[in-house]
């Protein structure tokens, strides 16, 4: 039996998140609180990334933004 790694990773933090706003579908972007929080997940997420198949998103500018 082949193994099967899923891993789940949220968008870094908003202003809308430290106000306790609810986002939905607006398209808010990340603080650079969020942004440094997602370099981090980035780099423990390096090391584990070898043989992905299949990455799936949100199209929202807070999940999709490349350094």
């Given at each position: 039996?082949?193994?099967?790694?899923?891993?789940?990773?949220?968008?870094?933090?908003?202003?809308?998140?430290?106000?306790?706003?609810?986002?939905?579908?607006?398209?808010?972007?990340?603080?650079?609180?969020?942004?440094?929080?997602?370099?981090?997940?980035?780099?423990?997420?390096?090391?584990?990334?070898?043989?992905?198949?299949?990455?799936?998103?949100?199209?929202?500018s807070r999940s999709t933004?490349?350094?």
């Amino acid at each position: 039996m082949i193994g099967l790694n899923i891993y789940l990773l949220r968008h870094g933090e908003t202003d809308w998140n430290l106000e306790g706003r609810l986002q939905g579908h607006e398209n808010i972007g990340m603080n650079q609180n969020g942004i440094n929080q997602i370099e981090k997940a980035a780099e423990v997420l390096a090391g584990c990334m070898q043989n992905v198949d299949v990455i799936i998103s949100s199209p929202l500018s807070r999940s999709t933004k490349e350094r």
